[in-house]
């Protein structure tokens, strides 16, 4: 079973920034597909980057493009989402997805395979 872990969720200042990370221990991440979702109370998940096999591409959500940065580090089996000029609207819990054949496919939840258990972001004054 693959156990994906976000982290480096929190309490951010409007226009501040976080950087979340998902980890997936015994799974090689560079070989797959790495997505980020996000879900706010009340609304539907959102899909918001993701970063192909071996890093070939990058691909953003308009809501977030310019703002967010996905990148790995493959020496730490490590994808990151770094997160700037944060606003209130970005609060929401934030997901790290996925996908086994390696590309970006678009923002079906049900093209995942594998889903960590969220980290919490809150974007407050």
């Known amino acids: 079973q693959v156990r994906v872990v976000e982290s480096g969720g929190g309490l951010a200042q409007p226009g501040g920034s976080l950087r979340l990370s998902c980890d997936a221990p015994?799974?090689?991440?560079?070989?797959?597909?790495i997505a980020w979702f996000r879900q706010a109370p009340g609304k539907e998940r959102e899909g918001l980057s993701c970063?192909?096999?071996?890093?070939?591409?990058?691909y953003y959500a308009d809501s977030v493009k310019g703002r967010f940065t996905t990148s790995r580090d493959n020496l730490k089996n490590t994808v990151y989402l770094e997160m700037n000029n944060l606003k209130p609207d970005d609060t929401a819990v934030y997901y790290c997805?996925?996908?086994?054949?390696?590309?970006?496919?678009?923002?079906?939840?049900?093209?995942?395979?594998?889903w960590g258990q969220g980290t919490s972001v809150t974007v407050s004054s």
């Open positions: 015994g799974f090689t991440l560079e070989y797959y597909a």
């Open positions: 970063i192909s096999q071996y890093s070939s591409g990058t």
């Open positions: 997805a996925v996908d086994i054949l390696g590309r970006f496919r678009g923002w079906e939840a049900t093209l995942y395979d594998y």
